[in-house]
């Protein structure tokens, strides 16, 4: 047997065995996430669906039929990096993916604007087309670390509640888009951060930045 055989007999074993581990871990954490997730969510309403997806190692999501105000409907949904397969784990880390977790959410009454904030450098705010709804907007005045593009009406005080969340878990928020259309909120955030406090927190600054004001149900 020759080096190069050598050689990949003990990576093919490597890899083999990092498989394992990974998916032992994603496990897990999935479990965990999961446990974390829930009582923040429980903090707005019954949890009315709840499965994983796939597995408990790549995710799950969780929704409210009838939170309290300022929402109509929320979903969470956390999903896991494939830590099993090392060179696509490693791939997606240098183009920055990590655990997310998406809230998707109605309010009360659908926004008459639009606004989206992303950190500097995110490709999403080039790709903003221009139609009948108007032209965006540059946002000035958003906390360090972020930039954002708002058209329509109500653009003060959506950037306001913008503002509430962002200046409370800077770190965390990854991409926050208010529009017209179902889903009216979505927001994307770095899990591993969120979970350095209590999912409670999250969900009360949430409730905080988007009930202020909040239109009432037409």
């Known amino acids: ?7 990949a007999i003990y990576l093919g074993v490597f890899l083999l065995i990092w498989f394992a581990v ?37 995710g799950a999501r969780l929704a409210i039929g009838k939170p309290e105000r300022p ?4 979903e969470a949904a956390f999903l896991l990096e494939t830590r099993e397969l090392l060179p696509l784990w490693i791939l997606n880390r240098l183009r920055g993916r990590r655990d997310m977790l998406i809230i998707r959410a109605d309010l009360r009454s659908a926004p008459h604007g639009e606004l989206e904030i992303v950190p500097p450098g ?10 009948k709804r108007g032209v965006w907007t ?9 930039q954002g593009a708002t058209r329509g009406r109500e653009v003060d005080r959506f950037t306001r509640s913008a503002n509430v969340l ?5 770190q965390a928020i990854r991409h926050l888009s ?22 409670e927190d999250f ?16």
Do not use: C
């Open 138 to 146: 540059m946002l000035t005045g958003l906390p360090a670390g972020f």
């Open 122 to 131: 995110d490709r999403r705010l080039g790709g903003l087309q221009q139609d």
């Open 71 to 74: 929402f109509r409907r929320i």
């Open 203 to 218: 969900f009360v600054w949430l409730k905080e930045a988007f009930g202020a004001d909040a239109p009432v149900a037409e």
């Open 1 to 7: 047997m020759d080096l190069g055989q050598r050689i």
């Open 166 to 170: 962002l200046d409370r878990q800077s």
């Open 22 to 58: 990974a998916a032992a871990y994603n496990r897990r954490r999935g479990v965990r996430v999961y446990r974390w997730l829930q009582p923040g969510l429980k903090g707005l309403g019954t949890i009315t669906e709840a499965k994983w997806i796939g597995s408990s190692g790549s």
């Open 178 to 199: 208010i529009g017209q259309k179902s889903p009216h909120l979505i927001i994307e955030a770095d899990l591993t951060v969120l979970m350095e406090a209590q999912a």
